[in-house]
């Protein structure tokens, strides 16, 4: 009876074993069919979505009202790269310049790898620099307007290193107008700039070492326990407010732009896309805040861009309405690879100007 109540029991392991084996090319047939309707819908959306960059799309997000606090990620790659740093730092550049055309008034950076704060110092003489060509004379660097939260973080000329180069401006423009004050505590890096030549508009940025995100919670409920806080006085807005303190934040981010400083391989490009992730980003301060990555363009579309422009020149009818009719494929790395794009920008824009926040109301 024993042998007899065994057999149907192997008889049943075989078949799920042989079941086994054969889902396997299957769910390969599966995930096969789901990258390539990944690609075709990704090659129709490249071809007839708008550019960021045309100008009714610019003038309609304009109308809206900039966010007053953009947070922007920089991830590294994780074997580095020669001129990362570099891209880092034009990509910086950039996103003060571009803050203050829109009128944004905060901005915070962030790499999660301390990579910002080895360029730092060479980043503020840059600024330092550019401010002084346009005052002719340089304007010092005034103390904190409140007491750092803790050990302050001053760096000696030798630290400093060497100056990097000025960035390309359109029109030789220097970035910044006037350099209000440098804040260092907690070791996050605290400047108030006037981006442009003629805007009146302060931009405050906050440069986030890697310890703001682990060592934040740590370091508040030291404080805590150190002025002997009674748990009763405690609520979540005396956190976000003790929190925004430490980070030096005027307010929490309302718009968070991912941006990789290295671009996917050919087969990383041609897979799905990933979704986005913080990269460590201090995660108390994001509450409603709306995060964009810009979708990674497929491989080689881009050299398609003089052929369409040839159509809609072409003196064919039919081929001009059919060049019209498809939109020029973006080459975000046609500035150089990692460095932020434009195109980057606006879409994270175009995405802030649809977007209602109502903090669950």
């Known amino acids: 009876m024993k042998l007899a109540g065994r057999a149907p029991t192997r008889t049943i392991s075989l078949l799920l074993q042989l079941l086994r084996i054969l889902s396997y090319p299957f769910f390969i047939l599966l995930h096969l069919l789901f990258i390539a309707s990944s690609l075709l819908l990704r090659t129709y959306e490249t071809f007839t979505s708008k550019s960021s960059l045309a100008e009714d799309t610019d003038q309609e997000r304009r109308q809206a009202a900039p966010p007053r606090h953009l947070a922007l990620i920089l991830v590294p790659s994780k074997t580095r790269r020669k001129d990362e740093k570099a891209a880092l730092v034009e990509s910086i550049l950039r996103a003060i310049e571009w803050s203050g055309e829109w009128g944004v ?19 503020m003489k840059t600024l330092s620099l550019n401010i002084s060509k346009t005052h002719q004379n340089h304007l010092p660097i005034s103390p904190p307007s409140t007491p750092p939260n803790g050990p302050t973080q001053d760096m000696s000329p030798e630290e400093e290193g060497p100056v990097s180069p000025s960035p390309r401006r359109a ?12 804040g260092v505590g907690d070791e996050v890096r605290s400047v108030t700039i006037h981006p442009g030549t003629s805007s009146n508009r302060s931009l405050k940025l906050h440069f986030l070492p890697p310890s703001a995100s682990s060592e934040i919670i740590v370091n508040l409920t030291k404080r805590y326990i150190e002025r002997k806080k009674d748990v009763g006085q405690i609520d979540v807005k005396s956190v976000d407010r003790d929190i925004r303190e430490q980070l030096h934040f005027t307010s929490d981010p309302d718009l968070l732009l991912i941006h990789h400083l290295s671009r996917p391989s050919l087969l990383g490009s041609l897979l799905p ?7 460590g980003y201090p995660f108390w301060s994001l509450r409603i805040t709306e995060i964009y990555q810009y979708p990674s363009p497929l491989p ?14 072409s003196s064919l009818p039919f081929l001009r309405k059919l060049g019209y009719s498809i939109s020029v494929p973006p080459n975000i790395h046609s500035d150089g690879h990692g460095i932020l794009h ?9 995405a802030w100007s649809k977007v209602e926040q109502r903090l669950g109301k």
Do not use: Y
């Not at 029109?171 to 440098?182: C, D």
């Not at 434009?342 to 175009?350: D, F, H, L, Q, Y």
């Open 105 to 123: 008034g905060e901005l915070s950076l962030w790499d999660g790898q301390g990579l910002t704060q080895s360029v730092l110092p060479s980043l």
């Open 342 to 350: 434009r195109e980057e920008w606006n879409g994270a824009m175009g």
């Open 273 to 279: 896309r990933s979704p986005p992730e913080l990269w």
């Open 171 to 182: 029109g030789g423009k220097s970035l910044v107008r006037k350099l209000e004050s440098v």
């Open 300 to 313: 080689l579309l881009h050299h398609l861009s003089p052929l369409i422009t040839s159509f809609r020149s």
